[in-house]
Nanobody, 119 residues
Framework: QVQLVESGGGLVQPGGSLRLSCSASASIFSIYNMGWYRQAPGKQRDLVATITTGGNTNYADSVKGRFTVSRDNAKNMVYLQMNSLKPEDTANYYC?????????????WGQGTQVTVSS
């Protein structure tokens, strides 16, 4: 079982920056692929960014060039640096850990942290 705790959300003006952090309880954090997802009210949960065990990253088109995902395996942490924030980035942001076992995987989620971009 993996427990994930997000932090760093808040209210920011358009064009501003925030850094989200996710702390994981996994004993072998480095074997998990990690990701950030977001969900706005009345909408589905969408992928924002992922980072594999090897450090390869993937981003949603809407955040490419503005957001950066990173991980620190020594600290069991994953981060999402968000720059040039827009009102449409407003959502609850969730940390995800995924462990592949053969052809299937186990998914773990944090409780989410709210990001509001507004003037």
């Amino acid at each position: 079982q993996v427990q994930l705790v997000e932090s760093g959300g808040g209210l920011v003006q358009p064009g501003g920056s925030l850094r989200l952090s996710c702390s994981a309880s996994a004993s072998i954090f480095s074997i998990y692929n990690m990701g950030w997802y977001r969900q706005a009210p009345g909408k589905q949960r969408d992928l924002v960014a992922t980072i594999t065990t090897g450090g390869n990253t993937n981003y949603a088109d809407s955040v490419k060039g503005r957001f950066t995902v990173s991980r620190d395996n020594a600290k069991n942490m994953v981060y999402l640096q968000m720059n040039s924030l827009k009102p449409e980035d407003t959502a609850n942001y969730y940390c995800n850990a995924r462990l592949w076992v053969g052809l299937s995987f186990n998914n773990y989620w944090g409780q989410g942290t709210q990001v509001t971009v507004s003037s």
